[in-house]
T-cell receptor, first 113, second 112 residues
């Protein structure tokens, strides 16, 4: 099973709201990733967690706050977002952080009003 | 830093035509190479990957890719496309302890 699940599928939020995106995998993968994908563009890496520790932050604004409560779960907390943050947010996981195949979830389509 | 080029941004083919999508990367060291596909409204799925060994890699749905180290290329091929192959195709590369870098994608439209 190579499934990564993400909830919610769609999210609409105002600029003053606080919301969270959730990602889950049960493949025993120890690396998990958040990507942002704008329309007709490739995914852009935001964060990497390796063994539940933040490994990479690609200079993402602090209004995005990742959290990895355990090896199967990855959250992305959103606060005071801007309309330009509207995008598809993808979660991925791999067995280890480097030189491994990443498996992607279906994404959360976020609209910030 | 690694970069990935996909020269064909849009490709339109008729069913049964042959497909070749180009992918070139910038770094000449040890790399891992991937092709992902994103069908309309669906998530990224792995088509095939190359880590080492036989440079001709076979993937799902009749796709294959050839790694040519001297040309820094990893082109995707399919002998006969179907309407259901309409999708966006991303080449991706990582080298050593570096992040996965995606190309800009190729949007394929197959007309019935």
């Amino acid at each position: 099973d190579t499934e990564v699940t993400q909830t919610p599928k769609h999210l609409v939020m105002g600029m003053t709201n606080k919301k969270s995106l959730k990602c889950e995998q049960h493949m025993g993968h120890r690396a998990m990733y958040w990507y942002k994908q704008k329309a007709k563009k490739p995914p852009e890496l935001m964060f990497v967690y390796s063994y539940e520790k933040l490994s990479i932050n690609e200079s993402v604004p602090s209004r995005f706050s990742p959290e990895c409560p355990n090896s199967s779960l990855l959250n992305l907390h959103l606060h005071a977002l801007q309309p330009e943050d509207s995008a598809l947010y993808l979660c991925a996981s791999s067995y280890r952080e480097y030189q491994e195949t990443q498996y992607f979830g279906p994404g959360t389509r976020l609209l910030v009003l | 830093a690694q970069s990935v080029s996909q020269h064909n941004h849009h490709v339109i083919l008729s069913e049964a035509a042959s497909l070749e999508l180009g992918c070139n990367y910038s770094y000449g060291g040890t790399v891992n190479l991937f092709w992902y596909v994103q069908y309309p409204g669906q998530h990224l799925q792995l088509l095939l990957k190359y880590f080492s060994g036989d440079p001709l890699v076979k993937g799902i749905k009749g796709f294959e890719a050839e790694f040519i180290k001297s040309k820094f290329s990893f082109n995707l091929r399919k002998p006969s496309v179907q309407w259901s192959d309409t999708a966006e195709y991303f080449c991706a590369v990582n080298e050593g302890f570096q992040k996965l870098v995606f190309g800009t994608g190729t949007r394929l439209l197959v007309s019935p």
